[in-house]
Antibody
Framework: QVQLQQWGAGLLKPSETLSLTCAVY????????WSWIRQPPGKGLEWIGE???????TYNPSLKSRVTISVDTSKNHFSLKLTSVTAADTAVYYC?????????????????WGQGTTVTVSS | EIVLTQSPATLSLSPGERATLSCRAS??????LAWYQQKPGQAPRLLIY???NRATGIPARFSGSGSGTDFTLTISSLEPEDFAVYSC?????????FGQGTKVDIK
């Protein structure tokens, strides 16, 4: 059964770069879409972006200028970088794997999630 | 970006009762609507995708319906473990977006 384990710095100062990594255990990287999603305190979820096993990425336009998602298939890892963070970036960040039906993995919601990483931006 | 509005914000029910949750999109998302369950301190759990399809391992008491802009999640008979926050997500228009959630709590 696939599991996602994520890690990264939990406390950042304004203008620093957020960096998180998500390791995939017990499953293949190929064929799936791999996402990052965040949840500010007391608020709803926000989709950040996704990458597939070939490295093709799609980002939320609201964050696109600051976000990079990359994949290292040799290590079964994928990563998130968010530059120039502010207090508004304070949130729990999740990595996730997209669902696959019997016919497709394309444009389906996230089904397997990491444990979440709390990131706080404060001076 | 598509705005998803969930109602009610809170639903107070007793175990065994039927829960009906609504998610309305600001424009059509076809059938690209998913439902999640989230408990405090936990990651979301996918329940329903493409409006009405249960994800693998999800009990039959969870069902979804709707298309276009109006969607419903129904829990036919609430079990104690079903008291949680439920969120909808659309993938009919880019970027994917989520509703603010409906909390189902014990009456």
């Amino acid at each position: 059964q696939v599991q996602l384990q994520q890690w990264g710095a939990g406390l950042l100062k304004p203008s620093e770069t957020l960096s998180l990594t998500c390791a995939v255990y017990g499953g293949s990287f190929s064929g799936y879409y791999w996402s990052w999603i965040r949840q500010p305190p007391g608020k709803g979820l926000e989709w950040i972006g996704e990458i597939n096993h070939t490295g093709s990425t799609t980002y939320n336009p609201s964050l696109k200028s600051r976000v990079t998602i990359s994949v290292d298939t040799s290590k079964n890892h994928f990563s998130l970088k968010l530059t120039s963070v502010t207090a508004a970036d304070t949130a729990v960040y999740y990595c996730a794997r997209g669902y696959c039906s019997s016919t497709t993995c394309y444009n389906l919601p996230e089904a397997v999630w990491g444990q979440g990483t709390t990131v706080t931006v404060s001076s | 970006e598509i705005v998803l509005t969930q109602s009610p914000a809170t639903l107070s029910l007793s175990p065994g009762e039927r829960a009906t949750l609504s998610c309305r999109a600001s424009q059509s998302v076809s059938s690209k609507l998913a439902w999640y369950q989230q408990k405090p301190g936990q990651a979301p759990r996918l329940l329903i995708y493409d409006a009405s399809n249960r994800a693998t391992g999800i009990p039959a008491r969870f069902s979804g319906s709707g298309s276009g802009t109006d969607f419903t999640l129904t829990i036919s008979s609430l079990e104690p473990e079903d008291f949680a926050v439920y969120s909808c997500q659309q993938r009919g228009n880019w970027p994917p977006s989520f509703g603010q959630g409906t909390k189902v709590d014990i009456k």
